[in-house]
DNA sequence: TATGAATGAGGCTTCATTCAT
DNA sequence: TATGAATGAAGCCTCATTCAT
């Protein structure tokens, strides 16, 4: 068998290589501007020969959507250790999140806005039991489940809870990448307050009032 | 001149036509699958007589995004007047604009995540001072500022506030439109979840307290 | 019959309201830019208007053409009376041709390489007998005569001689036009050159020696 | 190699399928008249192939263009060693310039009036120092220097005596190619005088009188 | 006389995909 | 496994021309 694995093995690079070409020429010039040409010019092959690795240009962009998504969710989880107190973990982990989705935004937005099934099985995050499926929800989820720990609420509170908090990074890590010409200043201003302030409000910390005003 | 009107009402309703077209594509494939050949199709028509009506395929575009504003406008303003309480004016106009922007989500898509400096002129948000410029920002705010007159918030604050709920609901209406496969029932419990709780949080009135549960 | 007859003076102006638009479209941007459709704007009327006048674009460009060739022959003919003594006559005439000529590049060129019958009508110099048929082989063999007059030449000499140096100015002119970005300095240097030594040459008058260099 | 090698030959010669049908166009069209489609007719292919071995139409034509210089070029080398005596050397040169260009009538007129640097760059004359650049143009300095040998003019008068003698010969090309109804007796008288009249008299070597008659 | 609507052909070009080799 | 040739559909757009009014 094992000459059948080398060829499975070399295979698999070759897809790799073709992922890679063609999240580099996405990275460059937008989703649209994407072509089985480009990706053949990219890795000096004939176009044609990408028909052996892929049946065809979906295929290749719905695997390249789920990548980028794998790789949102590994940077989430290494906030997961990052403090003992879950408030900063939150804290920790929203910023990691916001920051690993705005350093690919074309990958970003190509995944998150993706209504295919295959894309969806990874960025779902809405239907009622998200959170068993849904990493990034299940993170956020131990997290106010623990900072609620005194006065417990039911999964499905915490749940709604947790899917608001997506949803709204969400909302904000796309309108930055859509105002692109948006200052630097304001921009953080904006990632501060949302991960300090809003963040917290969402996950029903905060009283009424503001936090001091020092970080506005 | 009742030759002229009737003309003119004509090529109105051509444009109408041809905009309708426009966006029943949008809808169903997505804005990068809009043509000219496809909307001559639609129409019935051949392609060249698209020019007669509109410059250019952009053109079309900006007519498309800027109606959508419009509609969205008018919608946050049927809340203006809806109540003296200014927590149900907030509540009334965030569920008017997520409705109407669900009720078109091609367009709404499209205008939202569109970078050009045309659209932007209408979208954009985030930018500090943006309330100057942008109606539903300038409605949050003054909501914002009616509901803490007892203890006034600096405009930038307040600004960032409604920022921050701008934000929000673009990530729920956008998530809904992505995950379009979404059931009904559970739609609407994020939607309520979002208007009668997140907002009211967002908008620093809740406590640690959720409202009873009795709306989960 | 009146009335007909204002008709006709009407239709008469229209056409020239339509030949002087095209004329300047063509002198503006180009004979291949040309198009009804510019010329109807242009003249502020509907492009369907002009099938009135023309049968088509190419009745319009014909007669352009022509009217190009009675503008040069008329700058030709305004040298006729300048001088007494026929070589003076023929620097003349030469230099006011070329200069007719190169104020109206577009027109020129498109006239002297239209290989229509409807142009070359007017611009074809090159068969036997053209002379008659040609002002400006007329003119130009007419000042030949003079000059050889002490030795007289056959007609058949002077018409070959003439077309000689009408075949020499067109292509003169036709490199000046080719080679626009040529030094302002170095072309009136070829020109003086071609008026003052070339056409002499041509016409049978210089010897063996240039004219003392000072001219070059 | 010997696959890879008829690949290649095959592709040349699908090259030269292609430029000979753009050139068969040009020559029954005119230039403007080009396109893309025509060509595709002309050899039944369809268009799309055609970037296949051009990247657009303006590489065709510049090949096109590039193609006619040299055959040019080669014919006039090919005088080069015709005669010992320069002055044969010059009718000799002359001549088959002549012919080439007219035997490749659409060719010649799409080079020589394109005014593209491209294009230029090969066809400029008229510059002062062209002669450094223009084979054609170096070649005709040689012969004249050679024939004044015994009473040398300067660098420059010969430059302007050759440009003339260039400009002569391209007016006398251009327009027996746009008069190409011309009998073919009268077209030789002409190219006949041209080549054993005028160059010589625009070479400073006639004197007053025409050669005896005997060509005329 | 004058218009606007409409078309079909044609302009360049890019692309996904198939197929023989 | 890999290629190059080939196509047909599609992209945007311009134009000459016709026709009903």
Chains 1, 2, 3, 4 share one sequence.
Do not use: W
């Not at 980028?68 to 929203?94: F, G, M, N, W």
Request: charged share 25%; hydrophobic share 40%.
């Amino acid at each position: 068998m094992s000459l059948e694995e080398r060829r499975e093995r070399e295979k698999e690079e070759m897809r790799k290589l073709i992922l890679d070409a063609a999240a580099e020429i996405i990275f460059l010039d937008g989703i649209d501007k994407l072509s089985i040409r480009k990706i053949a010019e990219r890795i000096e092959y004939s176009p044609s020969i990408i028909y052996h690795y892929f049946n065809n240009k979906d295929n290749i962009l719905n695997q390249l959507m789920s990548n980028a998504y794998q790789k949102i969710i590994t940077a989430l989880s290494s906030a997961k250790l990052s403090s003992d107190h879950p408030v900063e973990r939150l804290k920790d982990a929203t910023r990691n999140y916001i920051e690993t989705a705005l350093s690919m935004p074309n990958e970003y937005n190509a995944a998150q806005l993706n209504s295919s099934p295959d894309v969806l099985k990874y960025t779902a995050s809405l239907f009622r039991g998200a959170t068993n499926k849904n990493p990034a929800l299940a993170f956020l989820c131990d997290c106010l489940k623990d900072i609620h720990k005194n006065a417990p609420r039911s999964e499905s509170e915490i749940e709604l809870m947790a899917q608001m908090i997506v949803i709204a990074a969400f909302g904000l890590i796309m309108r930055l990448n859509v105002e692109a010409e948006l200052e630097e200043k304001q921009k953080y201003r904006l990632i501060d307050h949302f991960v300090n302030v809003t963040i917290l409000q969402m996950a029903g910390i905060y009283t009424n009032n503001m936090p001091g005003g020092k970080s506005i």
